[in-house]
């Protein structure tokens, strides 16, 4: 199958909000008395706001009420806003711009695909609003990562087969939402040892458009 599109999680993959993420949930962890460290931050890779408060929270014995809950989230995503304030293109991941850019020598279409309802701030950020023929994002979805509504989503707003499409993920979420989509799955970065990820990478530094091309060719 040729490969019409590279389909790009944006939270790990194009610049290392990451770390946001972690630094707070670790406060709201912090702030609840709750055990919260980077193993289990692992698990909150690609999945939404709201499931990733309820990973932190089985980790407590308390009940927590609806409105409750809502709360915690609200106030994390303050935290983490605050923290993306100081977020510039300086921050794009290396290898980012150079494959982007050979990308659209091709003509080979480019989109985000993220759990991320902070996408359009983000981009805006780091200067890449522009810059993708499709952005899909936690706004136009119902249900995240691993289900593979985003990466359908963007294929469609694309116009391309969702086999056309490789996915490039940082999440073990994400290579599996990929998968599920009938899509190729290059794993970076945290999802470098994902046994499912086609092509398998510390960062975009050492990947090279002909890997990308060859790795659609591979039946799955
Ligand atoms: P927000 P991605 C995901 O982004 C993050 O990996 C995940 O940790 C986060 O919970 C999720 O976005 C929702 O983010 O709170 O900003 O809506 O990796 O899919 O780009
Ligand atoms: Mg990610």
Redesign the pocket.
Known sequence: MNLSAVIF?????IVS??EF?YQAWKQISDQEQIYFDREINER??????M??LEIILSHSDKTYSENEKNQLAHR??EI?CELLNNLSPNDILPGVINLLMSLIARNIKIAI???????PFILDQIGLTTNFDAIA??NSIKK??PDPE?FLLAAKMLGVKPEECVVI???KA?IDAAKAAGMKAVGVGSAAHCVDANIKLNDLTSLDLEQLLEVNEIRS
């Open positions: 999680d944006l939270d790990g993959v909000t990451d993420h909150l890779r690609g999945v939404s706001r499931e990733s994390k995503n983490y695909g993220s759990s991320s309802k902070n996408t994002d936690g995240s990562k985003v993920e940082d999440a994400g």
